[in-house]
């Protein structure tokens, strides 16, 4: 079975898509299909040993969203001639490369998935135009969201819409702790977090919410706070926790890969992510696999994997995050519980059971485009 995985960006741009969309490939070639990649985004014909498709298009400056019709045209063409057998489409809030791979998989009657990665509040007339458009909800496309909060949002806004959850995997067995158990008194409570460093991702609010909590224990324990990634906010970053009182005991890291994210995992104590704005968290469950308690926001789709009172907690805003801090800071016997709880890994995210996912929408995909409804439309 040959598989394209359509999308608007794949590496070497890097995002939470595009590492997504790689191990995808990675996890279905390793049980025989024929996965390949599908883009506009420019760069190599081979990404670790995943076939990529590059489509030539002018973007839109600074964006690198595809806005050449000629470039769409010549996408369906690719599908068409290159013997798919399946099209799963990824998008984004404004994705015209995956929404034309979904309708030319739908006008070639091949079984076409179409999941969505990012909150879609603001996609919201767009989605209920589209539907208008091109009937998402006709059966033509098998319609999948990240997060069952997404799945919410998508069903909202299209009418009529069934709207299934295709969530992200990970490697278990590379982010287990062997053997580190969390749940020791310390002197010093070490706090970790993954994510680039942009405004959407709300770093200044987790800086705010990390110099409360740090008043509020009173240096017993110590706080420090490690940030790995990098961004256009990193400066800023720095001048604010320095205003804030906070500049020695916050650590920005840089990018690291992710055998360095699971290094530093291990010599922390809580993993925090403090943006609403994320339809799914994968740096959230990268370290709730590697055994860290989470704080993140309720508002975001990390409630599907984060059970609050049981592996961390879900606050509802970033006040309620800094009490959060300095409450599992102080209190050593719920960080212990925490790490009692959180050597039961997430196995329903492990790459396994999330590629037999993805094979049973492909099914269900093909049933229905061979169905009653589809003969009839012959």
């Not at 806005?67 to 984004?92: I, K, N, Q, Y």
């Not at 295709?166 to 993954?194: K, M, Q, Y």
């Not at 490690?226 to 009182?245: F, K, N, S, Y």
Request: hydrophobic share 50%; proline share 5%; aromatic share 6%.
């Amino acid at each position: 079975m040959r598989v394209a995985l359509a999308s608007d960006w794949f590496l070497p741009r890097t995002g939470g898509i595009e590492l997504h969309l790689r191990d995808l490939a990675l996890a279905l070639r390793a049980r025989g299909v024929d996965a390949r990649v599908v883009t506009t985004s420019p760069g190599a014909a081979e990404i670790d040993g995943v076939p990529v498709h590059r489509v030539r298009s002018a973007t839109l400056p600074g964006t690198g969203v595809a806005m050449s019709p000629r470039a769409l045209a010549r996408l369906g063409t690719l599908l068409r001639d290159e013997g798919f057998d399946v099209v799963h489409a990824h998008a984004s809030i404004v994705s015209p490369v995956a929404y034309a791979a979904a309708m030319t998989g739908a006008r070639l009657r091949l079984p076409t998935v179409l999941t969505f990665h990012s909150m879609l509040h603001r996609a919201s007339l767009l989605l209920g135009a589209s539907e208008a458009l091109f009937g998402w909800a006709a059966g033509r496309v098998l319609l999948t969201a990240v997060s069952g909060l997404v799945a919410e949002q998508a069903a909202r806004w299209i009418p009529n819409a069934s709207v299934g959850v295709l969530p992200n995997g990970v490697d278990i067995s590379f982010w287990r702790h062997d053997g580190v158990f969390r749940g020791h008194a310390r002197d010093e409570v070490v706090l970790a977090t993954a994510m680039r460093l942009t405004r959407k991702k709300r770093p200044f609010e987790l800086l705010r919410a990390f110099a409360a909590a740090s008043r509020f224990v009173a240096g017993a324990p110590r706080l420090r706070l490690i940030v790995a990634g990098d961004g256009p906010a990193r400066a800023a970053m720095e001048r604010t926790a320095a205003d804030l009182g906070v500049r020695d005991a916050v650590e920005l890291t840089g990018q690291l890969d992710r055998a360095a994210l699971r290094a530093l995992y291990r010599r922390s104590d809580l993993f925090v992510l403090p943006s609403e704005r994320e339809s799914f968290g994968i740096a959230a469950l990268e370290a709730r696999a590697a055994g860290l308690p989470v704080l993140a926001m309720l508002e975001s789709g990390t409630r599907d994997f984060i059970a609050p009172g049981v592996n961390g907690l879900l606050a509802r805003d970033h006040a309620e995050l800094g009490r959060f801090m300095g409450r599992v800071a102080l209190d050593q016997p719920l960080r212990r519980f925490f790490a009692v709880r959180n050597e039961s890994p997430p196995h329903a995210y492990d790459w396994p059971t999330v590629v037999e996912q993805h094979l049973c929408c492909y099914a269900t995909a093909a049933a229905l485009r061979n169905g009653p409804d589809a003969s009839s439309q012959r």
